[in-house]
């Protein structure tokens, strides 16, 4: 059964919903998570949800902790001593690379400091570009690494410019690159805030022809955007397990490194990147594994790595290009209702139109979306808020329904027009 069409004119009334529910092949998949009871989870792009899968894998890795003690990492099946490896195997059909070049390690912020500072090293790198509409924690650590090799980063790090404060073309890299003396583009690929999900194979493109190295942050887009980063030039790439992929908070991270540089020294070595042949010959020189798995740092977390193993089991039954088409699908829905029910309330859609250039949430704007949000989260709706004016709403294809994405818009539509954001405090959250 194909995902449906969404009618490009769709009826508003809830009964759409119900015939979009009805014809979604991926529907069952919603049983096999827990959704909290009587809500409409719509933040799977900040924690997604537990799986009974995920929950099991992380019950058999306990099993084995308390049956087999430090044996676990040779005799449990599958052994802990390769857990990295293997998931990384299991990560890079997500990601269109060799199983050589993924592995699972660290977080998607320390696999920042390794693999930038291993391009700065490896290849006499002194320029890193970044854009403005960033997750902090990419350019706090760029600027770290760079401040470590003697490099100002208000000179070494190059910021191109948004030019409408939602979205970054590869017109705005193309702008940022003209002209400046670039060595490293390391950009996301879904933006935090608006989800416009950039041009990676065009900005890859870019990037060679300024003979610049690429990376990636696929926080935002693995597990529900594939990719082809062995296809579209990417050089490095990082991501978190915690969001699209359903592994759990703090969920270890993943890392891609191209091929062509293995053999180059990781920034932050550590005694689990060592060639898994020589590790516990226990030498004190470092002798890096041969592939991605060099970049791995200290023993993995088993406990944070198992939960991936069984959400990677939804992966698979699913299939990627399944997902991200009722992704597609329903990001679509969510707009197109938007733009037919909220504009009058003053809403606007933040994230483009085109759905080759959406990742998997959507950005409603509203110059009330901070106290909107709280009134949303005391009527079952969980999204989140993002200063200065962002609602975020991730319908993810996992167990999000139709239904649910009706819900959201009819709640956004009352608390509007009720003004009932008027009984909350103004406030201003975190950024996560
Ligand atoms: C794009 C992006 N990069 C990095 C992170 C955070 O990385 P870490 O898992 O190291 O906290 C986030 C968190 O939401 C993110 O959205």
């Given at each position: 059964?194909?995902?449906?069409d969404?009618?490009?004119?769709?009826?508003?009334?809830?009964?759409?919903a119900?015939?979009?529910?009805?014809?979604?092949?991926?529907?069952?998949?919603r049983?096999?998570?827990?959704?909290?009871d009587?809500?409409?989870?719509?933040?799977?792009?900040?924690?997604?949800?537990?799986?009974?899968?995920?929950?099991?894998a992380?019950?058999?890795?306990?099993?084995?902790?308390?049956?087999?003690a430090?044996?676990?990492?040779?005799?449990?099946?599958?052994?802990?001593?390769?857990?990295?490896?293997?998931?990384?195997d299991r990560?890079?059909?997500?990601?269109?690379?060799?199983?050589?070049?993924?592995?699972?390690?660290?977080?998607?912020?320390?696999?920042?400091?390794?693999l930038?500072?291993?391009?700065?090293?490896?290849?006499?790198?002194?320029t890193?570009?970044?854009?403005?509409?960033?997750?902090?924690?990419?350019?706090y650590?760029?600027?770290?690494?760079?401040?470590?090799?003697g490099?100002d980063?208000?000179?070494?790090?190059?910021?191109?410019?948004?030019?409408?404060?939602?979205?970054?073309t590869?017109?705005?890299?193309?702008?940022?690159?003209?002209?400046?003396?670039?060595?490293?583009?390391?950009?996301?690929?879904?933006l935090?805030?608006?989800?416009?999900?950039?041009?990676?194979?065009?900005?890859?493109?870019?990037?060679?022809?300024?003979?610049?190295?690429?990376?990636?942050?696929?926080?935002?887009?693995?597990?529900?955007?594939p990719?082809?980063f062995?296809?579209?030039g990417?050089?490095?790439?990082?991501?978190?397990?915690?969001k699209?992929?359903?592994?759990?908070?703090?969920?270890?991270?993943?890392l891609?490194?191209?091929?062509?540089?293995f053999g180059?020294?990781?920034s932050?070595?550590?005694?689990?990147?060592?060639?898994?042949a020589?590790?516990?010959?226990?030498r004190?020189?470092?002798?890096?594994a041969?592939?991605?798995?060099?970049?791995?740092?200290?023993?993995?977390?088993?406990?944070?790595a198992?939960?991936?193993?069984?959400?990677?089991?939804?992966?698979?039954d699913?299939?990627?290009d399944?997902l991200?088409?009722?992704?597609?699908?329903?990001?679509?829905?969510?707009?197109?209702?938007?733009?037919?029910?909220?504009?009058?309330?003053?809403?606007?859609v933040?994230?483009p139109?085109?759905?080759?250039?959406?990742?998997?949430?959507?950005?409603?704007?509203?110059p009330?979306?901070?106290?909107?949000?709280?009134?949303?989260?005391?009527?079952?709706?969980?999204?989140?808020?993002r200063?200065?004016?962002?609602?975020?709403?991730?319908?993810?294809?996992?167990?999000?329904?139709?239904?649910?994405?009706?819900?959201?818009?009819?709640?956004?539509?009352?608390?509007?027009?009720?003004?009932l954001?008027?009984?909350?405090?103004?406030?201003?959250?975190?950024?996560t």
């Amino acid at each position: 059964m194909p995902t449906p069409d969404v009618a490009d004119d769709p009826p508003t009334d809830r009964a759409y919903a119900a015939e979009l529910d009805d014809a979604d092949p991926l529907a069952d998949l919603r049983d096999r998570f827990y959704v909290p009871d009587g809500e409409r989870y719509v933040d799977g792009n900040s924690l997604g949800l537990l799986s009974a899968d995920a929950e099991a894998a992380l019950e058999t890795v306990v099993d084995q902790w308390r049956d087999l003690a430090i044996r676990g990492w040779t005799d449990a099946d599958p052994d802990w001593f390769h857990y990295g490896e293997r998931l990384g195997d299991r990560l890079a059909p997500l990601v269109g690379a060799d199983e050589s070049e993924v592995v699972v390690a660290n977080s998607t912020t320390v696999n920042v400091h390794t693999l930038v500072g291993t391009m700065l090293d490896a290849y006499g790198a002194e320029t890193v570009l970044v854009d403005d509409l960033d997750f902090p924690t990419d350019h706090y650590a760029i600027r770290a690494q760079l401040r470590q090799r003697g490099l100002d980063p208000d000179e070494h790090l190059v910021v191109a410019e948004s030019s409408d404060g939602r979205t970054v073309t590869t017109d705005d890299v193309a702008a940022a690159l003209d002209g400046a003396d670039v060595d490293v583009v390391f950009l996301p690929t879904v933006l935090y805030r608006s989800g416009q999900l950039l041009d990676v194979a065009a900005i890859g493109e870019l990037a060679r022809e300024h003979g610049a190295l690429f990376g990636v942050d696929a926080a935002h887009s693995v597990g529900v955007v594939p990719h082809q980063f062995d296809q579209h030039g990417v050089d490095f790439a990082v991501w978190c397990s915690y969001k699209y992929l359903n592994a759990g908070p703090g969920a270890i991270a993943g890392l891609y490194v191209n091929e062509e540089h293995f053999g180059t020294t990781p920034s932050l070595a550590g005694w689990w990147g060592n060639d898994k042949a020589t590790q516990f010959e226990m030498r004190t020189t470092f002798d890096p594994a041969p592939d991605a798995g060099a970049w791995q740092v200290g023993t993995p977390p088993i406990l944070s790595a198992a939960p991936l193993s069984g959400a990677l089991d939804v992966v698979e039954d699913a299939g990627i290009d399944r997902l991200r088409e009722k992704s597609v699908a329903l990001t679509e829905y969510l707009i197109r209702l938007t733009d037919a029910r909220l504009a009058e309330h003053g809403y606007a859609v933040g994230t483009p139109q085109d759905p080759d250039r959406r990742g998997g949430h959507v950005a409603i704007e509203h110059p009330e979306a901070d106290r909107i949000s709280e009134a949303l989260r005391d009527r079952g709706v969980v999204v989140d808020y993002r200063p200065p004016d962002v609602i975020r709403v991730a319908p993810s294809p996992y167990y999000v329904t139709f239904a649910d994405v009706w819900a959201v818009v009819d709640n956004l539509a009352t608390i509007a027009a009720r003004s009932l954001f008027e009984e909350y405090e103004r406030e201003t959250d975190g950024v996560t």
